[in-house]
């Protein structure tokens, strides 16, 4: 799980495009879940569940609420999901 934490603070480094940010964040979520033995459905719900909480994070805080930005996160998880 430190794998994930270390992760996310990389990837809210990178200054340029941000929806590759989220994309890149919600393949890596899932990957490391699927490493931690959840499946590829359970790895995916982790992955929803940490794009809404960022973006509800976001509406909250500094940040801008985005449901591009949500979607650009789940996205990752379907280009690593295995049938």
């Known amino acids: 799980m430190e794998q994930l934490v270390f992760l996310a603070f990389g990837l809210m480094a990178l200054p340029e495009d941000d929806k590759r940010a989220h994309f890149l964040a919600g393949r890596a979520i899932t990957e490391i879940g699927q490493a931690d033995g959840l ?37 990752g998880c379907g280009i690593t999901y295995r049938f």
Request: hydrophobic share 45%.
């Open 39 to 75: 499946d590829p459905l359970e790895a995916c719900g982790v992955t929803l569940l940490a794009g809404v909480a960022k973006e509800m994070a976001d509406v909250r805080g500094p940040g801008d609420a985005s449901l591009r930005d949500g979607l650009a996160t789940v996205a």
